[in-house]
């Protein structure tokens, strides 16, 4: 699943690299839970909860099966 969420998530990085961010997976849980880490602009953004789940979140669940949810991590 590892794999999966990876390409997922390279999905969304140009829109996040757009506004001068990105996000890094750090950890896929073997009950769905994803772990990534925002950097550059979105890991000080004020928005950056909104984009975590409702952009990142929400496609990852969309392509990938067995995704629950996208946690932040510093």
């Known amino acids: 699943m590892r794999e999966q969420v990876q390409a997922a998530l390279d999905i969304v990085r140009p829109q996040l690299q757009a506004d001068g961010g990105?996000?890094?997976?750090?950890?896929?849980?073997?009950?769905?839970?994803?772990?990534?880490?925002?950097?550059?602009?979105?890991?000080?953004?004020?928005?950056?909860?909104?984009?975590?789940?409702?952009?990142?979140?929400?496609?990852?669940?969309d392509k990938v099966p067995g995704v629950q949810s996208v946690e932040a991590v510093m």
């Open 22 to 61: 990105d996000a890094q997976l750090i950890d896929v849980s073997d009950d769905g839970v994803v772990k990534v880490r925002l950097t550059g602009a979105c890991g000080g953004c004020p928005m950056s909860q909104m984009t975590l789940k409702m952009g990142i979140e929400r496609i990852l669940k």
